[in-house]
């Protein structure tokens, strides 16, 4: 678990990683946004949340292997949505029928595609970059600074949750509702004091070795060259082509 979640990180090979990574993180936004807004019920807004994210995918490159456990995700998420068809269509007109199952479709398409544009960027970005992305955008440092700590510790705590898991399956605790209500009980007060007691640590090194984070005036440059220019106009027009679209002038 460890090692795939870091392995991830900057696993791109696309012609988006030769952005600067505020640029990379920007950009995935966007175009994420654009995903979300896309009328994805009409056919030219399911066009144009398609293609934003197939074009992400070509230029950020992930590996297939994650490109394919994203997609399973998505499925075992959204797929189910479709089973209420059934229960909201029964005794209905047919036009009933026809806009649930739009509705459902809509909600697979947008689901999907932003979920795709978000792991793309995702692959793009190592783990320091983040840090570095976050810090020449306008985000408010200890926000970033909490997000990358995140990031941090998600595998961690993951694997923890697993030996955690495994213990109790051994001594027998691992069935009975009552078990599991006292498990989602005892969450908070297990990870909370992790995740605190973990994050002062880091902190301790990070002082230990002189490292104080950028100040305001040694932030980075969002952009640094006509390629971060030109993607980020690019990202932008297509989130106004989505507006377009979303309001009926393209429709």
Known sequence: MRAFWHDTWGAGRGPAVRLSPATRLLAGILLFA????????????????????????????????FVRAVLLLGLVV????FLLIAL????????????????????????????????????????????????????????SGILVQIVHQTALLAYETRHVAAGMAVRGASSGRLTAWRLLASLPRVWLPRVVQRADRVAAAMELRGFCGPTDHQRP???????????????????????????????
């Open 34 to 65: 654009a995903c979300m807004l896309a009328p994805t019920a009409r056919w030219p807004g399911a066009a144009l949340a398609a293609a934003i994210a197939l074009a992400w995918l070509a230029s950020c490159r992930p590996p297939w292997r």
């Open 221 to 251: 440059r969002a952009c640094r060259a006509w390629q971060d220019v030109l993607a980020l106009a690019l990202a932008a027009t297509v989130l106004a082509a989505t507006l377009a679209v979303r309001f009926g002038r393209l429709a």
């Open 88 to 143: 909201l269509a029964d005794g209905t007109s047919p036009t009933m029928s026809h806009a649930t199952l739009t509705a459902a479709a809509s909600l697979l398409l947008r689901g999907m595609s932003g979920l795709l544009v978000s792991a793309a960027t995702l692959t793009t970005l190592r783990i320091s970059e983040l840090d570095e992305a976050l810090a020449a955008l306008p985000v408010p440092r200890a926000v």
């Open 78 to 81: 959204l797929l189910p949505y």
